[in-house]
């Protein structure tokens, strides 16, 4: 968070009558952000502008709190032009100059070309101000740049050169009059000075700490994240300081405190000029929505007296007791893979966009052709994709057409080339034709303004092809889920290029699980290894509810004297051990840590990572956004035999043999990690007694139906 308490941003505007009272673009609009959010106003006048802003300054006086606002045109000129004006290279003389000069009435009239030209008078030569109405133009004040000569001053201010976007400040007319604008607005800002006294600092000229800071920002800097950001069709001004408002009300303290000192004591600065990745960060925490309400305490709690649990109540206990976590933020479409959208997307455009060819051809009017041979005039052009025939193909005639043509006005069907003769002034086929043949109808795929993709829908590579399509930009998202891992156990060492003795092994979950998190869509967050002590478990939980917004551990999640993980969220947490009828698998350790829910996988890696595929994989899909997950399975022959007991549902690591029949891994002891490696899935044996012989129907889950691949 800054440390101003509320950050204004001010799109300018040079204009000489008011604007229009409905809201557009060229006019002045006012960014707001402050503790509860961004506001954004529109004022049809400077006057009206500055009556806003001396209203926002006098309240925020009165509370003492403290204002950044910041303006978008230069707070001064290229070197030598204050020294011209005034005898002196301060920038602030030259604001009490334009000041005494300018004479801006509450109805925007004003009188800025005659004082640039009296300005201009005040150099040699030519200029270096220009630009004007033609009725304005005289000597002092040429209409054109290229009429400027001798004036001696640079073009641009230092920060300026090479700087997408910005104009000279010595132009005054036609697109980015930037010289206008200075020139309406440093008076105004010269009367705030006048106004607040030593209660303004206008940086970097000045330096002393003030309520009211004010700052010269260059919206364009981050224009890309603008237009991300941008709702839809909103007023890009709007966006604009909408967005950059609440991008340096973001900003940590002491970042937008230095960004606001940086720069030239004469030629002034644009603040963040060089730290426009800071400014997009910001920006994009900015956007995000609320927090969604945190987990209640029992959302892990199991009734009373259960023993065993079926591993169908498990999932249904988890399922009704967790809900999203991930707040929402607004991302480019073309950055969205693998994100969960936050809300439903409507189609901006339909798709096509308008009736087009399907294949390479002739267009013609149905109604013109009958049954038979047919022989039609070709009018002069083409259609083709990107290169529309502009004029009517009138009726009986036929005009040339390629895949993905608009069809011209006069067109409905489309003979394939392949079934055509053709010279350069007639086209021959054979009838009769389909009418509307080889056509695509206006959105006969999706029509604008239907729904595109619903919220909750995981992005992948065909979503981001239809959104684009549908001429929507940017989405509203979940944040990416963090799950951190945490290893404990004394006997693991934490990397295998560690030497480890031989009563020690190396950490085999935590890679697992980290990209296990990864490849679901979230942010992996390692949390490390940590030996079996509470209060080093105990820290590294601490940490994990900060980093992350679910937390998964391994080993020791027993009830044994050894099982730290479970003692600790007992005693500390609001644990709930469940005792999970399932297969290999031992009690899973749910409980919530500072607010963060912790799942406390066995140590076993077999173990480990079925309880992670059957029971973390659906909870944090739907915490994540994504609602809940059933993995699907299909079934098939075994190839295997198996006396199983009832009591337990059982995953065993399985594959498929070449004729489709499951097979599964010789030994089914749970520390066999290779058998994991070896099997491309799991076979899912019921909780109740069955017989298997080879050829006995059995469910197979594909590792890819877990999302593991
Ligand atoms: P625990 O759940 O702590 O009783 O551990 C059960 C078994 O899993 C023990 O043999 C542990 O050594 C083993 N184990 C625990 N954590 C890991 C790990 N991160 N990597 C490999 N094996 C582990
Ligand atoms: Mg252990």
Request: negative net charge; charged residues 20%; aromatic residues 6%.
């Amino acid at each position: 968070m800054s440390g101003f308490d509320l950050c204004i941003v001010v799109d300018w505007s040079a204009r000489s009558t008011p604007s229009r009272a409905r809201e557009t673009a060229d006019s002045i609009w006012i960014g707001l952000a402050d503790g509860d959010g961004v506001a954004c106003h529109y004022r049809r006048t400077r006057t009206a502008a500055m009556e806003l802003l001396t209203s926002l300054f006098d309240k925020a006086m009165a509370r003492n709190q403290r204002v950044l606002a910041g303006f978008d045109f230069p707070f001064a000129y290229p070197q030598g032009f204050a020294r011209a004006v005034c005898g002196t290279d301060d920038p602030l003389a030259l604001w009490q100059a334009l000041a005494d000069r300018i004479e801006d009435a509450p109805d925007n009239a004003n009188n800025r070309f005659a004082v640039a030209a009296d300005l201009n008078r005040l150099l040699p030569g030519t200029g270096p101000f220009y630009g004007c109405p033609a009725a304005e133009e005289t000597h002092d004040l040429p209409a054109r740049g290229t009429l400027r000569e001798g004036h001696g001053l640079p073009e641009r201010r230092g920060c300026e050169t090479g700087l997408r976007g910005a104009q000279p400040c010595w132009k005054l007319y036609t697109t980015g009059s930037v010289g206008s604008q200075a020139l309406l607005g440093i008076p105004r800002l010269q009367a705030l000075r006048d106004r607040y006294g030593e209660a303004v600092a206008v940086r970097p000229f000045e330096q002393r700490d003030a309520p009211i800071t004010l700052v010269e920002l260059f919206p364009s800097l981050i224009a890309d994240t603008v237009a991300a950001l941008a709702e839809p069709d909103e007023i890009k001004d709007r966006a604009q300081v909408r967005v950059l408002a609440g991008a340096l009300k973001a900003l940590p303290e002491e970042t937008l405190d230095a960004m606001t000192r940086e720069g030239d004591p004469v030629e002034g600065w644009i603040l963040g000029l060089g730290h426009e990745g800071k400014l997009t960060d910001a920006a994009m925490r900015a956007s995000d929505g609320p927090a969604p309400p945190s987990l209640r305490n029992d959302c892990f709690a199991m009734p009373r007296g259960i023993d065993w649990v079926p591993v169908d109540d498990a999932l249904a206990r988890l399922r009704s007791g967790l809900h999203v976590v991930t707040a929402t933020q607004r991302i480019p479409t073309a950055q969205a893979a693998g994100r969960i959208l936050a809300a439903d997307t409507v189609a901006r455009r339909s798709n096509p966009p308008r009736p087009n060819s399907a294949v390479d051809g002739y267009g013609f009017a149905h109604d013109a052709i009958g049954d038979g041979p047919q022989r039609l005039p070709l009018v002069e052009g083409r259609a083709a994709a990107g290169q529309p025939f502009t004029g009517t193909v009138p009726a009986g005639h036929a005009v040339r057409i390629l895949t993905g043509a608009i069809l011209p006005d006069g067109v409905d069907t489309v003979v394939l080339e392949e079934d055509t003769a053709s010279d350069a002034r007639y086209v021959a086929f054979h009838g009769p034709l389909k009418r509307g043949a080889n056509t695509r109808k206006a959105g006969e795929d999706v029509v604008e303004g239907a729904p595109a993709l619903p919220a909750g829908h995981r992005l992948r590579a065909p979503d981001l092809a239809l959104l684009s399509a549908l001429g929507i930009g940017t989405v509203a998202v979940h944040r990416r889920l963090r799950v951190g891992v945490l290893s404990t156990g004394d006997e693991i060492v934490a990397t295998p290029d560690q030497p480890a003795a031989p009563h020690q092994i190396y950490d085999a979950n935590r890679p697992m699980l980290l990209s296990l998190a990864d490849g679901w869509g979230y942010e992996p967050v390692d949390l490390g290894h940590a030996r079996d002590d509470p209060e080093t478990i105990a820290a590294r939980l601490d940490h994990g509810a900060q980093v992350a917004d679910v937390i998964l551990t391994s080993g020791g999640a027993s009830a044994g004297d050894e099982d730290h993980v479970s003692a600790l969220l007992r005693s500390r947490g609001t644990l709930s051990s469940w005792r999970i009828a399932l297969k290999p698998g031992r009690p899973l350790a749910l409980a919530l840590w500072n607010g963060a829910p912790v799942f406390g996988l066995p140590g076993n890696p077999v173990a480990a990572l079925v309880c992670a595929l059957i029971f973390a994989r659906p909870a944090f899909s739907l915490m994540s956004g994504a609602g809940w997950t059933v993995p699907q399975g299909f079934t098939v022959p075994a190839a295997f035999t198996k006396n199983k007991k009832p009591g337990r549902r059982e995953y065993l690591r399985a594959r498929l043999t070449d004729d489709g029949a499951a097979e599964v891994f010789a030994s089914e002891g749970s520390g066999r990690i290779s058998g994991l490696s070896w099997a491309t899935g799991l076979v899912e044996l019921p909780d109740e007694a069955v017989q298997v012989a080879p050829g006995t129907p059995v469910r197979f889950i594909p590792y890819a139906s877990f999302g593991l691949t």
